[in-house]
């Protein structure tokens, strides 16, 4: 299913490179700094809940506008004493950020998340055999699996493929502190609304984030840090959510010669819920990334692997995604 909606994306793409010129001139002329990667948390808490994203520290030019879409599959495994979780989910993005002064900055997100076979079982199993990671147990269950139980809260779900796990929308602003040719600081502030209307992750809840920006550039390098905080007034869940968590990441760029751009970054994720021992513990994640620019928009191809607590992160998850300004 998401190898077809990335093949549909990729014509569109194409499509849409054929009637716009402009967004797909050579890649010769002066390229936009895109900051860091444009994805989201896929722990299975943090991906169904606010999670503060890595953002640059610097502005847009005054009045542009960017466009993104991007579709990502990621695989769920964890197995402990108190809960066990096996299962895909594939989260379908598309935003509109804008510039609306030269220190005011907006962005609308509207994502959807959904429980949807994309096999990446084998991808995983092989991975980790490839890099002599431990399986943790995937090789003692079925594949291509869809449950979750955690018994302390009479949780129990089975075969749930197709069934929507969130559907939310979040309105971000940005205030601009610091503006140096090489060096900005920005504060911003999310607020996010998930609703689902039926099926067993039924829920509608708000949440109301904060965090600060850093970047730095120098030459070839890129450099990203951000800190924040999700405060969650009646988190409305499966399982008990705490009222208050914090988030911290850091990204590297390195821009080759011509379009070409690499990625690394690492997101931290303090644990979201005291229900189990293993989701209390943080989240980890590490992303790789390829970039490629054209003369006004890029594709990014992004591999987001968990580390440190297997039972609280995805086991590995794809994206694709598409970024276009004005």
Partial sequence: MVDCCALNLARGLLIGGVLCPSAWATPDTVQPDFGPLKTYAQSPLQST?????????????????????????????AETDEYRADYYQSTFSTG???????????ELDASWRIALDTHLDNLTIGFHKLFGIDQN?????????????????????SDFEGET????????????????????????????YNYVGSGPFHTHNFEQALQINYSYHQDRHRFHAMF??????????????NKLTYAAAAGWQYQFNGPHRFLLEYHFYEG????????????????????????????????IENVFNMDNSPDVAITLGYRQRW
């Fill in 49 to 77: 809940s606010l999670s503060p994203q890595l953002r640059s520290g610097f502005a847009l030019p005054e009045d542009s506008l960017e466009f993104y879409a991007n579709a990502t599959a990621s695989s769920i495994w």
């Fill in 96 to 106: 509109l950020m804008w510039q609306v002064t030269e220190g005011w900055q907006l």
């Fill in 137 to 157: 147990g995937r090789q003692q269950v079925p594949r291509h699996s869809f449950d979750i139980a955690i018994p302390e809260y009479d949780v129990a779900y």
């Fill in 165 to 192: 796990l969130s559907r939310t929308f979040t309105l971000y602003s940005g205030w601009q502190v610091i503006d140096y040719p090489n060096e900005a600081l920005s504060i911003g502030a999310s607020l996010y």
């Fill in 228 to 241: 924040g905080g999700v405060y969650r007034k009646n988190p409305a869940a499966l399982i008990p959510y």
């Fill in 272 to 303: 979201a819920s005291e229900a189990t021992s293993a989701l209390s513990q943080a989240s980890n994640e590490i992303l790789t990334g390829y970039r490629y620019h054209f003369s006004s928009s890029v594709l990014e191809l992004i591999l």
